[in-house]
Every structure is written in structure tokens, then in C-alpha cells.
């Protein structure tokens, strides 16, 4: 068996082009009401997070410029100094060291993708709090 492939950082790069959410690992968080999948790139990390109705998305800030976008649910969303009541198709950037955070409103999950860039090992040590549920492998 071959050595995995890794970029510049040392983390493992996801070798499948074409993937469907299903086929990856899902990490969870069940005080916060949190699930977190992720896929690494060369240079990026791709996420899709799922918040729980009611629960909270932390005020919390990193090294990587973050883009994001909400696929369905409502947060009531702060990045730095603008807060703002977002809902589907909305989306959000948060530059390296911007606090943002918000509050998941209403009775349906939120859901939303992150693009963080550059791919570095950070946020796997945030993962590798959580518990991981393997992926069913085809």
C-alpha cells in the first residue's frame, strides 16, 4: 500500500474528484449540537458543518481566511462588527483573526459549507475533539 498522498503542511490530501457527503467522515460534537465533515485539498479545506435548531455556532476566530455559505436554516450571524439575520444562499467571509459566530434560529438545522485556506493541520486538531463516525466505504 502506497504512502498517502500530502501537501506542504502535512495533511492528508482527499484523493476522490467526485465525492458525495455520505462517503466521508462525519466528526460530532453532541454537547454543541455540532456535525463536521471535511475533505483537504492542496490548498484548502472544504467543510460542511450541521448545527442542531437552537444550538449555537461559537464566536471563535483562526489563522485562515474562511469563505462560507448556508445551504438551508437561519443564523443570526457576526462577523467582526456586522451582525445580521441570514437565511439559504447567503454566505459570509471572515478574514484571518475576525471573531464571527452566531446563533441557529428556528426549528431547522442550519447547514453550510467553509472553504479555509491555506490547507494547514489547525483544524484537525479542532476535529480530533469531536467523535468520529467512519463513513459507510463502498
Do not use: C, K
Request: no cysteine.
Amino acid at each position: 500500500m502506497s504512502e498517502p498522498l500530502t501537501n506542504e503542511h502535512g495533511v492528508e490530501i482527499f484523493t476522490r474528484r467526485i465525492f458525495r457527503w455520505d462517503e466521508v467522515d462525519t466528526v460530532h460534537w453532541d454537547d454543541d449540537g455540532l456535525n463536521a465533515q471535511i475533505v483537504t485539498g492542496e490548498h484548502m479545506h472544504l467543510i460542511r458543518a450541521t448545527y442542531a435548531p437552537g444550538s449555537t455556532y461559537e464566536m471563535h476566530s483562526h489563522p485562515h481566511e474562511q469563505f462560507s455559505l448556508l445551504l438551508s436554516g437561519r443564523i443570526r450571524l457576526t462577523v467582526g462588527e456586522e451582525s445580521r439575520e441570514i437565511g439559504p444562499g447567503d454566505g459570509w467571509y471572515a478574514p484571518a483573526g475576525v471573531p464571527h459566530g452566531g446563533e441557529i434560529l428556528g426549528e431547522e438545522e442550519a447547514v453550510f459549507i467553509d472553504v479555509y485556506s491555506p490547507a494547514t493541520r489547525w483544524i484537525l486538531g479542532e476535529l480530533a475533539t469531536g467523535r468520529v463516525t467512519p463513513a459507510p466505504h463502498s
